[in-house]
């Protein structure tokens, strides 16, 4: 609240200065109306220093002196080679405003390549203070999962959403397509959910590489530019990402690392959701989806079972469990299954389904 105070005073100020001296030599009211406008330039320019890193800062600043020192340079070319007049000041000013912008915008973006940290000093608190960058892709704001892990405490450091994620995700928010649309919409609150996460630090960045058009050689950039990692599902920019030595967080693989660890021989009941490939198989889900294929089981479809699990298999996308049920132990033991109730299709642990790679870009 102080902090405001003082910027409407620095404006207000500025505002009472040109009003007194008129130094656009209008009338004293137009005057303090360009003062006023001039100040709050002003403020919204500190505005916007405040979320620029030290090491941009820095970068801006070497880049915007060795503009300048060049720009004095041409203006000592202009001033032999050209007659004295409006046209020579002219190119002076303008020699000058365009080496100290590019001096600026290079300067700042190559400032993050700064190790401020081993200056030592004032600028040893710097590595202290860096935090990991996190890097979400379209597919897993749209898979949702993201948000409940995020509400575990699991994710620390800084969730970073390109801007060009977002120009995506609205894209298929937009799209004609009922299924596309209702996802994308489902992204957009996956977002807001996250950022009303009062543990959870969300920064949106402007960075972007024109010159490159997948959004998922963008994200690989961005993340060596910021040298953060990529959070995804996508097992094709998982794979290329390694290639090129960026870090990927994959939530398929966190997701079948969470599954539970079952042994051939164990007993586990499950739900006979419908027939399998093979003659007489049944398939059920467990609560993660993972995919249970027993043997000897088809007629007992509609129907919750124990079966003997006899392997498990470790695929790409995800575990399969297979097992067999003896229909001549239940029989001798006098077994009872346990049917679904009228009107119920499935119970809740075959509602989750297999983790999928959903990728908006994709035509679906």
Known sequence: MNLVLVRLLFVLVVSITCYLIAPFERSQNVDAGIGALLGLAIVLFEWKLRTVSLKRLIGAAIGSFLGICGAYLFALVIRNSVPPG???SFLQILVMLLMAYVGLIVG??????????????????????KKSYKILDTSVIIDGRIADIAETGFLDGIIVTPQFVLRELQLVADSADSL???????????????????????????????????????????????????????????????????????????ANSLKPIVLPGEIMKVFILKEGKE??????????????????????IGKTIEVSVTSVLQTTAGKMIFGKWDERAFTRTGGTVTPT????????????????????????
């Open 108 to 129: 700042a973006n190559k400032g993050d390549l700064l190790n401020l940290a081993a200056l030592g000093g004032v600028f040893g608190g710097e590595k202290q203070g």
């Open 180 to 254: 596309k649309r209702n996802r994308g919409r489902r992204g957009l609150d996956v977002l807001q959910r996250l950022q009303k996460m009062a543990t959870l630090q969300i920064q949106i960045v402007e960075d972007d590489f024109p010159a490159i058009r997948e959004v998922d050689l963008k994200l690989i950039e961005l993340a060596k530019l910021y040298e953060g990692k990529i959070i995804t599902n996508d097992f094709n920019l998982n794979k290329v990402a390694q290639l090129q030595g960026v870090e990927v967080l994959n939530i398929n693989e966190l």
């Open 341 to 364: 109730p009228s009107g119920v299709t499935a119970p809740a642990a075959v509602t989750a389904a297999l983790p999928v790679e959903i990728k908006p870009g994709a035509s679906s």
């Open 86 to 88: 409006s046209t020579q």
């Open 279 to 300: 003659y007489n198989q049944g398939v059920a889900y467990l609560d993660d989806g993972t995919m249970v294929v027993v043997d000897n089981a088809r007629k007992m």
